[in-house]
Protein backbone atom coordinates (compact mmCIF):
# COMPACT_ATOMS: atom_id res chain seq x y z
CA UNK A 1 0.00 0.00 0.00
CA UNK A 2 1.27 3.51 -0.76
CA UNK A 3 1.76 5.53 2.06
CA UNK A 4 2.08 8.96 1.62
CA UNK A 5 4.22 11.29 3.97
CA UNK A 6 4.32 14.50 3.49
CA UNK A 7 6.81 17.20 4.54
CA UNK A 8 8.37 20.11 4.76
CA UNK A 9 11.31 21.13 2.40
CA UNK A 10 13.74 23.66 3.77
CA UNK A 11 12.34 25.64 1.04
CA UNK A 12 9.26 25.48 2.41
CA UNK A 13 7.43 23.46 -0.53
CA UNK A 14 5.30 19.62 0.38
CA UNK A 15 7.41 16.55 -0.46
CA UNK A 16 5.54 13.54 -1.08
CA UNK A 17 7.15 10.09 -1.43
CA UNK A 18 5.61 6.58 -1.06
CA UNK A 19 6.68 3.12 -2.28
CA UNK A 20 7.53 2.05 -5.99
CA UNK A 21 4.03 0.65 -6.57
CA UNK A 22 2.57 4.15 -5.69
CA UNK A 23 1.66 5.47 -9.14
CA UNK A 24 -0.45 2.76 -10.10
CA UNK A 25 -2.18 3.19 -6.65
CA UNK A 26 -3.00 6.98 -6.88
CA UNK A 27 -3.74 6.71 -10.67
CA UNK A 28 -7.24 7.19 -11.34
CA UNK A 29 -7.60 7.19 -15.15
CA UNK A 30 -5.34 8.17 -18.25
CA UNK A 31 -6.44 8.33 -21.59
CA UNK A 32 -4.76 9.41 -24.81
CA UNK A 33 -6.56 10.33 -28.01
CA UNK A 34 -9.29 8.22 -26.79
CA UNK A 35 -7.56 5.19 -25.71
CA UNK A 36 -7.44 3.88 -21.88
CA UNK A 37 -4.18 3.46 -20.76
CA UNK A 38 -4.79 2.80 -17.15
CA UNK A 39 -5.09 -1.28 -17.22
CA UNK A 40 -1.75 -1.36 -18.98
CA UNK A 41 -0.10 1.14 -16.47
CA UNK A 42 -1.11 -1.24 -13.17
CA UNK A 43 -0.57 -3.88 -15.18
CA UNK A 44 3.16 -3.20 -16.32
CA UNK A 45 3.25 -1.00 -12.28
CA UNK A 46 5.41 1.62 -13.89
CA UNK A 47 7.30 3.83 -11.52
CA UNK A 48 6.65 7.18 -13.48
CA UNK A 49 4.98 8.03 -16.93
CA UNK A 50 7.06 10.65 -19.17
CA UNK A 51 5.01 12.98 -21.65
CA UNK A 52 7.96 14.19 -24.14
CA UNK A 53 7.73 15.92 -27.31
CA UNK A 54 11.56 16.03 -27.56
CA UNK A 55 13.87 13.01 -28.62
CA UNK A 56 16.34 13.75 -26.05
CA UNK A 57 16.00 14.54 -22.15
CA UNK A 58 18.14 14.27 -18.84
CA UNK A 59 21.76 15.14 -19.66
CA UNK A 60 21.20 13.44 -23.58
CA UNK A 61 19.00 10.15 -22.58
CA UNK A 62 16.62 8.78 -25.29
CA UNK A 63 13.42 7.99 -23.06
CA UNK A 64 11.80 7.04 -26.27
CA UNK A 65 14.37 4.65 -27.70
CA UNK A 66 15.87 4.55 -31.24
CA UNK A 67 13.49 5.06 -34.20
CA UNK A 68 13.55 1.46 -35.42
CA UNK A 69 13.61 -0.27 -32.21
CA UNK A 70 9.52 -0.84 -32.85
CA UNK A 71 6.87 -0.35 -36.23
CA UNK A 72 3.78 0.07 -33.98
CA UNK A 73 4.78 4.20 -33.41
CA UNK A 74 5.51 6.50 -35.73
CA UNK A 75 9.31 8.14 -35.35
CA UNK A 76 9.39 10.65 -32.99
CA UNK A 77 9.61 14.31 -33.61
CA UNK A 78 9.20 17.60 -31.98
CA UNK A 79 7.20 19.55 -34.69
CA UNK A 80 4.21 16.76 -35.83
CA UNK A 81 2.01 18.04 -32.44
CA UNK A 82 2.29 14.41 -30.80
CA UNK A 83 3.56 13.80 -27.31
CA UNK A 84 5.04 10.61 -26.49
CA UNK A 85 3.59 8.75 -23.90
CA UNK A 86 6.16 6.22 -21.83
CA UNK A 87 5.94 4.56 -18.72
CA UNK A 88 9.44 3.30 -16.41
CA UNK A 89 9.48 1.04 -13.98
CA UNK A 90 12.76 1.33 -11.65
CA UNK A 91 14.37 -0.91 -13.72
CA UNK A 92 13.89 0.99 -16.98
CA UNK A 93 14.45 4.75 -14.71
CA UNK A 94 17.60 3.02 -13.89
CA UNK A 95 18.67 2.07 -17.42
CA UNK A 96 17.71 4.94 -18.68
CA UNK A 97 20.98 6.47 -18.25
CA UNK A 98 22.90 3.60 -19.58
CA UNK A 99 21.13 3.55 -22.98
CA UNK A 100 18.21 1.86 -22.08
CA UNK A 101 14.47 3.56 -22.74
CA UNK A 102 11.03 2.78 -21.01
CA UNK A 103 8.00 0.95 -22.56
CA UNK A 104 6.31 2.92 -25.10
CA UNK A 105 2.93 3.37 -24.78
CA UNK A 106 1.27 5.88 -26.79
CA UNK A 107 1.73 8.99 -29.72
CA UNK A 108 -0.94 11.36 -29.17
CA UNK A 109 -2.48 15.06 -29.40
CA UNK A 110 -4.72 14.77 -26.10
CA UNK A 111 -4.01 13.36 -23.17
CA UNK A 112 -6.55 13.05 -19.86
CA UNK A 113 -4.88 12.36 -16.40
CA UNK A 114 -6.72 11.99 -13.38
CA UNK A 115 -5.46 10.94 -10.17
CA UNK A 116 -7.28 10.13 -6.52
CA UNK A 117 -4.62 12.25 -4.76
CA UNK A 118 -1.80 15.37 -5.36
CA UNK A 119 1.30 13.88 -7.20
CA UNK A 120 4.49 15.45 -8.00
CA UNK A 121 4.93 16.68 -11.53
CA UNK A 122 7.55 18.13 -13.03
CA UNK A 123 7.08 20.64 -16.60
CA UNK A 124 9.72 21.35 -18.50
CA UNK A 125 9.51 24.04 -21.76
CA UNK A 126 12.22 25.26 -24.22
Known sequence: KCQV?????NTGSDFKSCSAA???LVLCFLQCDGTDLTPKIQELKFQCIVFLNIPRYCAGTMPWGNTGDHRDFEPQRH?????????FTMASLAALQVGGHGERLHQCREVIL???KTVPVQVMSY
Open 79 to 87: DDGCIEVIG
Open 114 to 116: TTF
Open 5 to 9: RERKT
Open 22 to 24: GLT
